[in-house]
């Protein structure tokens, strides 16, 4: 019987130690835990409030996607087209081909969105009539129309050498893979 109660004292104390121990490395786990929490909460709250934040510029920028374009990106994307269309312009084109140009410009002086813009190429052409004679000649009065309208804006003038044309308009140059014919 004395034997049985140093076996179960020693059990009893051995019990105690590895009770505090594992009390001492449960509270030391409870704080790691309780630290890690905190940090892994704040994380979540970041990532979400960036996911927020992305998903609010997501959606600002498609509502910016779908409005009209200003004034300036019209007058951008239209001189864009003016520009390549001239570039892709026939050497030596046809009479259908000439009479289809005239009446592209015509329409686009009597259609275009912008009124103020609309007056100014409707006289522009009235004085200036294009000449679709050949893609160098429309290439050369469609920059022209451009530099005026620059110059009346403080922008700066382009250069309607046709090989500067033709690198900006028809094939870019080495910047977008092509070369210009003296190159």
Do not use: F, H, Y
């Given at each position: 019987?004395?034997?049985?109660?140093?076996?179960?004292?020693?059990?009893?104390?051995?019990?105690?130690?590895e009770?505090?121990?594992?009390?001492?490395?449960?509270?030391?786990?409870?704080?790691?835990?309780?630290r890690d929490k905190k940090e892994?909460?704040?994380?979540?709250?970041?990532k979400a409030t960036v996911g927020r934040e992305e998903e609010?510029?997501?959606?600002?920028?498609?509502?910016?996607?779908?409005?009209?374009?200003?004034?300036?990106?019209?007058g951008t994307g239209t001189w864009g087209l003016l520009h390549t269309i001239a570039a892709h312009f026939p050497e030596k084109p046809s009479t259908v081909e000439k009479v289809q140009a005239r009446r592209f410009f015509d329409a686009l002086g009597d259609l275009y969105p912008c009124t103020v813009c609309k007056e100014d190429f409707r006289r522009d052409i009235d004085e200036h009539p294009p000449d679709v004679s050949s893609r160098e000649a429309l290439s050369a009065w469609v920059c022209e129309r451009h530099n005026e309208v620059n110059?009346?804006?403080?922008?700066?003038?382009?250069?309607?050498?046709?090989?500067?044309l033709d690198k900006r308009w028809k094939n870019g140059g080495a910047r977008c893979g092509g070369s210009t014919p003296s190159e």
């Open positions: 019987m004395r034997m049985m109660r140093a076996v179960v004292r020693e059990r009893t104390t051995t019990s105690k130690s009770l505090g121990e594992n009390l001492a490395s449960s509270s030391s786990s409870a704080t790691e835990t309780a892994n909460d704040a994380a979540r709250v970041q609010e510029e997501r959606i600002l920028n498609a509502a910016i996607a779908t409005c009209p374009l200003s004034r300036e990106d019209l110059a009346k804006l403080g922008k700066p003038t382009l250069d309607c050498a046709l090989k500067t």
